[in-house]
Each structure stands twice: as structure tokens, then as C-alpha cells.
Nanobody, 125 residues
Framework: QVQLVESGGGSVQPGGSLKLSCKVS????????VGWFRQAPGEEREGLAC????????YFSDSVRGRFAISKGAANNIVYLQLNDLKVEDTAVYYC??????????????????WGQGTQVTVSS
């Protein structure tokens, strides 16, 4: 079955960096696209980025463009999200998900049908 597991979250100071990992099973990354999302307390889920089976990348939010970077690992079963120059407002639970298709849907909420459990990122002084 299709499964995704996030890891790599933690607590950092403003300006710091983290690298999140999304390990997938039940498929490889040349079969399904994978996206990254986040949800802060009391806020709606926010789409961040998505990478297709062919390696094309879409960033969904201008607030993270230039600071966050999505990529695939060499083993073709892991997707990374590099977080740089972190700000307090980046504090959230970060999730990865797949739409079970080769492309990245523009509907970043409902179109993604399989989700991981999330990993906490906390940015504070």
C-alpha cells in the first residue's frame, strides 16, 4: 500500500536551517508525484511545493519561494524539503503527500489522497 513517513523536524532559532525527509513505500518516485504542505495551529493547511515523476518542481507559496527547496534522493524513494533562513512564522507541522498521479495537481488540498503523519518544525528565539 502507498505510505509516506516524514522526519527531520526539530527546534531551531530564526535564521537556522532544517532538512526534512519524506520516505515513501508502495511506490517509487517515477510513478507518483509528491508534495510538501504545512499547518500551523489555528491555520489552514498550506501547500508549499511539489515534484513530479519527471523532476519538474512547482512552488505554491511566494512566502517560501527562494528559502525552501524540494528535491528527490538518489534511491528514488525519498523526497527532501530543505528549509533555509527559517522564520518564527514557519512554525508548523510539515506533511508530505501524493496525488497518486505523475503530475502535481493545482488543487493542493483535495487532490492529494495519501498523507504522512507530519513532522514538527518549531522556530523560536
Amino acid at each position: 500500500q502507498v505510505q509516506l513517513v516524514e522526519s527531520g523536524g526539530g527546534s531551531v532559532q530564526p535564521g537556522g536551517s532544517l532538512k526534512l525527509s519524506c520516505k515513501v513505500s508502495g511506490f517509487t518516485l517515477d510513478y507518483y508525484a509528491v508534495g510538501w504542505f504545512r499547518q500551523a495551529p489555528g491555520e489552514e493547511r498550506e501547500g508549499l511545493a511539489c515534484i513530479t515523476t519527471g523532476g519538474s518542481i512547482t512552488y505554491f507559496s511566494d512566502s517560501v519561494r527562494g528559502r525552501f527547496a524540494i528535491s528527490k534522493g538518489a534511491a528514488n524513494n525519498i523526497v527532501y524539503l530543505q528549509l533555509n533562513d527559517l522564520k518564527v512564522e514557519d512554525t508548523a507541522v510539515y506533511y508530505c503527500a501524493t496525488p497518486r498521479s505523475v503530475r502535481c495537481p493545482i488543487r493542493t488540498g483535495t487532490a492529494y489522497s495519501r498523507w504522512g503523519q507530519g513532522t514538527q518544525v518549531t522556530v523560536s528565539s
